[in-house]
């Protein structure tokens, strides 16, 4: 039995729950260095929320030839094609009467969880696909410009070649093909509510904490596709960094509290040029960036690649120059600081910027609630 099946068949144990998140929980403890994160609604009427029937309804409005084009070309014109298709569909649901509810978004939530440990099955990285899915979710949405209002989660956008060449989403495209295998089996959530509650269901499924989401982005087109240079340069310093985050609207604070999400995953030479991981449990959210980025000895990697450091210890460990300019910058360090020493502390600020960044770009009249939503994770289920 692969690990993804066996990992499965446990979480249909509820009683077996806590057990296994102990169990998961102790195999990610990142103290063990490895060297080589409504309100009830009146009762109503039941709804038809099952995906046959809305299947039956937009296939009326993907017919023939044009539909086989649309599902099966990767041009730019059948993406936009297929936007208007489901724009059209909204009008399908309306039919069928449904409209999705909190409980269908926790079934996409759960079938994304479902996935990400099939990595482990494929030898992908280090047994997780929650890493990428985290920074689709962040790259989508990090492009938002608050002067223009242009940019954010709310068009998807990187499904588009412009956006999804830009040098800062090598790589996404591991992401965006996963997340398709969920978007045919709920065909009616939106790309944007999709690449979004991945990155909310990668964070609370590898320990972190409650990311409050709510849906209503929608789909749009290849002409709103952001210029590129919208998304950081591990390359530079503390004053590109400040420029980027500023111009999204976040501070300081907050600036260091999402950096923090590079606890996760790794860099990789044939997407940024980077390489390695930022600390020795990369399928863990914690706040072991922070102390590391203190307590280690980082100096000058010597190789043929961009500039990097590299832990003086193991030399397995990376960090990029924008990440060694927290501790260089005064008012960045103290929250390095207070976010090493204290971790509930960076996942309550980690939680709340992460829920507004994932916001940004969304016009408020678009949301299905007015408050988000906390997804339950699969271990409390």
Same mark, same amino acid.
């Given at each position: 039995m692969s690990f993804a099946a066996l990992r499965a068949s446990a979480r249909r144990v509820g009683a077996a729950a806590p057990t296994a998140r102990a169990t998961r929980t102790a195999l990610r403890n990142p103290a063990f260095r490895k060297y080589s994160t409504e309100a009830p609604q009146p009762p109503q009427a039941p709804k038809k929320s099952n995906n046959a029937a809305l299947l039956g309804a937009l296939?009326?409005?993907?017919? $023939?030839? %044009? @539909?086989?084009?649309?599902?099966?070309?990767?041009?730019?014109?059948?993406?936009?094609?297929?936007?208007?298709?489901?724009? !059209?569909?909204?009008? @399908?649901?309306?039919?069928?009467?449904f409209v999705p509810t909190k409980e269908d978004y926790q079934? %996409?939530?759960?079938?994304?969880?479902?996935?990400?440990?099939?990595?482990?099955?494929?030898g992908y990285d280090d047994g997780s696909y929650g890493p990428v899915l985290v920074r689709l979710a962040w790259h989508s949405s990090g492009t938002y410009d608050k002067e223009t209002n242009t940019g954010g989660s709310n068009y998807a956008t990187m499904r588009f070649e412009p956006e999804a060449k830009h040098g800062a989403n090598n790589g996404l495209n591991v992401a965006r093909d996963l997340l398709e295998q969920v978007k045919k089996e709920f065909p009616w959530i939106?790309? $944007?509510?999709?690449?979004?509650?991945? !990155?909310?269901?990668?964070?609370?499924?590898? !320990?972190?904490?409650?990311i409050p989401w709510r849906p209503g982005r929608i789909d749009g087109f290849a002409a709103q596709c952001t210029p590129d240079g919208r998304l950081p340069?591990?390359? *530079?310093?503390?004053?590109?960094?400040?420029n980027i985050f500023y111009r999204m609207g976040f501070n300081d604070q907050e600036i260091v509290a999402l950096i923090g999400?590079?606890?996760l995953g790794r860099c990789h030479r044939d997407r940024s040029g980077f390489?390695? +991981?930022?600390?020795?449990? +990369?399928?863990?959210?914690?706040?072991?960036?922070?102390?590391l980025l203190l307590?280690? *000895?980082?100096? #000058?990697? *010597? #190789?043929?690649? +961009?500039?990097?450091l590299e832990d003086k210890t193991t030399h397995s460990l990376m960090m990029l120059p924008s990440d060694y300019a927290l501790v260089q910058d005064k008012a960045f360090k103290k929250w390095v600081q207070a976010y090493a020493q204290d971790e509930q502390l960076w996942f309550k600020d980690f939680s709340a910027v992460l829920a507004k960044l994932f916001e940004l770009g969304v016009p408020p009249q678009q949301w299905v609630t007015s408050e988000p939503w906390i997804m339950k994770s699969t271990d409390e289920q």
């Open positions: 296939g009326v409005a993907a017919l $023939g030839g %044009v @539909a086989f084009w649309v599902y099966t070309s990767n041009s730019d014109s059948a993406r936009e094609a297929g936007t208007a298709i489901r724009s !059209g569909a909204q009008a @399908a649901k309306a039919a069928t009467n079934k %996409v939530y759960n079938r994304i969880a479902e996935i990400l440990d099939e990595a482990a099955d494929k939106s790309y $944007g509510d999709l690449w979004t509650l991945g !990155g909310v269901a990668a964070i609370q499924e590898l !320990g972190g904490p409650k340069d591990g390359a *530079k310093g503390a004053d590109h960094v400040r999400a590079h606890a390489e390695g +991981p930022w600390t020795f449990s +990369p399928t863990s959210v914690t706040n072991e960036f922070y102390k307590n280690e *000895k980082w100096v #000058w990697k *010597k #190789w043929d690649g +961009p500039k990097q």
